[in-house]
């Protein structure tokens, strides 16, 4: 992977819930901190569009999808665990 | 269930469930409009009840369904319950029921707190489309575990709750209590979820000396009254079945004033006519008092009468009892070829007495069988069953007398044990409307075969003890004889009945020389007063002649004396003047 991959990220949430407001935020630092210049997030409010929601079968809220570079990967939660989210994206080299 | 009139009005408050022993309990089903606690132990049941439940209500309450899968995949789920015939995929396609897969992928990556926010979100949009009034959440403990804190456990299933309770939607929610635990749900949280549904029912799975034993039991129910006790259950070929034992309110039967032969005439002429039709026979003995018989004769004249049967024989297989009855002249062969009689051998059926009567009534519903015969019943107290055996035993005759079914079950008594008519293992004998006792006598180096009626409910019965016989062309009772305050039976009793009969003989002989004898007198007496009337006659005849004669003479000898007075001219005189 290099350092000019572009990442690509769809999140799921659930309205202005304390939980999806805290995912939206700490995805936000997270890729202004890690991934400047190269993200792209996608944000989907499942009570907006619940049918989305049950066809990508995402059933807890809030869930970030990485679409880009595959592989795809789910993270369920608020994201407020920076290290594991990192390390799941394959950026655990960037804190180093 | 289909509800009598007292429960109609409940009913309307209640789902059924399409579980006839669980309505029975609940009263009518689970509380309409609220949440039910499903809990249980791996492999009790769970699924399936709450499958069960919305496949019931959308198949004949239009109640459409969904499925929210937590654990098994729905596809799994619905390979699993094919075998029940609930036609689930039919009701798929219908959009009657709709099964949504919530598992949480296995390599799921979990940061920081999350709700079910978005499950709830996607929910509504499907029960919109469908208009489902039931749901079922299988195995919510899996999704729980994800979450990072007890709060947060508590704060979602608080959620769920809520979201329920708010479009008054009938719910089961499934938790799995830990491995053998089966009287407890853990602490925490599940106690929680306890304290805020309507209804929590418990499902029970055990193993009692290698026999498994499945039971539920309704922990609460806000509202009304049920069923409190442990229900045993078995999850049989059409999904679940709750046995009651009908504690609370004795089913009302209809009584029958109709007799059934017992197959053996002098039987029925003992039983004042047979059995009645839809009564509960107990034949009680020690091995080889001829009990199979007995039951094979009743089996035998309930074909011919053209009456579906159903034999079930725990000791022997089928076949064999084929070929020993005939060997008494009981022919149950033909029966069985025009397809009047079924036979079972049981020993193919293996595990708990409730297995046996759930397979039992399975078996006699499908059979649409009249008379039913279980040989024996004693058969189901065997290997871990003696506690439940009892209220099984009971079930069986509410269940036959429900049915207006004529049941013939025999018990067989252990010789070891000294029980001779105190009551056979199972307390069913108090149940019994007949109960036939079969007995042994030791006599004169002799074992006779005894019968007698123990009571007979509603029929004046006889009292004497009498010899059953069997011959190869059949099954008959003979009158025995009390000599000495001993019944005999056997060859004494055909000694006795041989010296009755030569002392008949003699006696008629006798009577008839007796007869011989007068007759002979009174035919002499006769002649003799013949002949004494002819010589009486005679006698009259002769004393007639002698009175005439006499007087002749006297008129003669007046007249003599007159002519000579005048020959010699004598005086006038009178004749008396001398």
């Known amino acids: ?96 | 269930m289909k509800s009598s009139s007292p429960l109609r009005t409940k009913a309307a408050r209640k789902a059924s469930t399409g579980i006839a022993g669980l309505d029975e309990i609940t009263g009518g089903g689970l509380p309409r409009g609220r949440t039910t606690l499903l809990v249980g132990g791996p492999g009790s049941g769970k699924t399936i009840l709450a499958l069960q439940f919305l496949a019931h209500g959308a198949r004949t309450r239009k109640e459409s369904a969904i499925f929210v899968a937590f654990e098994e995949t729905s596809k799994r789920i619905l390979a699993n319950a094919a075998s029940f015939g609930w036609n689930l995929t039919d009701l798929q396609r219908k959009k009657k029921l709709y099964f949504m897969d919530a598992q949480p992928l296995p390599d799921l990556v979990r940061s920081g707190d999350f709700d079910l926010g978005g499950m709830l979100a996607a929910l509504d949009a499907q029960i919109k489309s469908m208009g489902a009034r039931r749901i079922v959440f299988d195995a919510l403990d899996v999704v729980l575990a994800l979450l990072p804190d007890a709060l947060a456990k508590q704060r979602e299933m608080y959620r769920l709750h809520e979201w329920l309770l708010k479009r008054e939607l009938t719910g089961i929610i499934t938790l799995k209590s830990g491995g053998d635990e089966t009287h407890s749900v853990n602490p925490q949280p599940f106690g929680f979820m306890q304290f805020m549904v309507d209804c929590a029912v418990i499902l029970n799975h055990s193993v009692a000396l290698g026999v498994s034993q499945r039971s539920m039991r309704v922990q609460k129910y806000r509202g009304t009254s049920f069923d409190e006790n442990e229900s045993p259950f078995l999850i049989g070929n059409r999904g679940f079945e709750v046995a009651i034992a009908h504690t609370l309110s004795r089913v009302e039967f209809k009584v029958n004033d109709e007799r059934v032969s017992s197959g053996v005439a002098r039987l029925d002429t003992m039983l004042g006519g047979g059995y009645y039709r839809g009564a509960s026979v107990l034949i009680t003995g020690f091995s080889g008092t001829a009990k199979t018989t007995l039951s094979g004769a009743f089996a035998e004249a309930a074909c011919r009468r053209g009456e579906r049967t159903l034999f079930v024989c725990f000791d022997s297989n089928s076949t064999e009892v084929i070929r020993n009855l005939a060997s008494v002249g009981i022919r149950l062969d033909r029966h069985l070829k025009n397809g009047r009689l079924r036979m079972i051998s049981a020993r193919v059926i293996t595990g708990s007495a409730e297995t046996y009567l759930v397979r039992i009534k399975a078996l006699a519903e499908e059979h649409r069988a009249r008379c039913v015969v279980i040989d024996p019943v004693s058969a189901w107290s065997k290997s871990g069953n003696d506690l439940t055996a009892q209220s099984v035993a009971d079930r069986l005759i509410d269940w036959s007398k429900g049915d207006g079914t004529t049941l013939v079950c025999t018990s067989l008594l252990d010789e070891m044990s000294g029980q001779v008519e105190n009551g056979s293992p199972l307390q069913i004998s108090s149940l019994a409307d007949t109960w036939i006792h079969l007995n042994y006598l030791m006599q004169a180096g002799e074992r006779n075969r005894g019968l007698s009626i123990v009571k007979s409910r509603g029929t004046a019965h006889s009292n004497q003890v009498r010899e059953l016989i069997l011959s190869d062309t059949g099954v008959t009772l003979a009158d025995t004889y009390t000599a000495g305050g001993e019944v005999l039976m056997g060859t004494l009793r055909w000694e006795k009945e041989r010296a009755e009969r030569v002392a008949h003989e003699t006696a008629e002989t006798v009577a008839t020389l007796n007869r011989v004898r007068l007759d002979a007198e009174e035919a002499e007496l006769e002649v003799r007063l013949k002949s004494l009337q002819v010589e009486l006659v005679a006698k009259q005849v002769e004393k007639a002649l002698l009175v005439r004669t006499t007087q002749s003479d006297k008129g003669e000898l007046s007249r003599g004396h007159t002519r000579i007075g005048e020959l010699r001219g004598a005086d006038t005189v009178k004749p008396g003047r001398k």
């Open chain 1, 1 to 96: 992977m290099t350092r000019n991959t572009s990442f690509s990220f769809r999140l799921y949430v659930a309205g202005n819930t304390h939980n999806s407001a805290q995912a939206i935020a700490n995805l936000a630092a997270l890729c202004r901190t890690h991934l400047p210049g190269r993200h792209k997030i996608d944000v989907i409010d499942v009570f907006r569009n619940p049918k989305r929601a049950l066809a990508d079968g995402v059933f807890m809220t809030p869930t970030l999808v990485k679409l880009a570079p595959l592989p795809v990967q789910k993270i369920v939660g608020t994201l407020s665990q920076t290290e594991t989210v990192l390390q799941v994206l394959g950026l655990e080299a960037a804190i180093a």
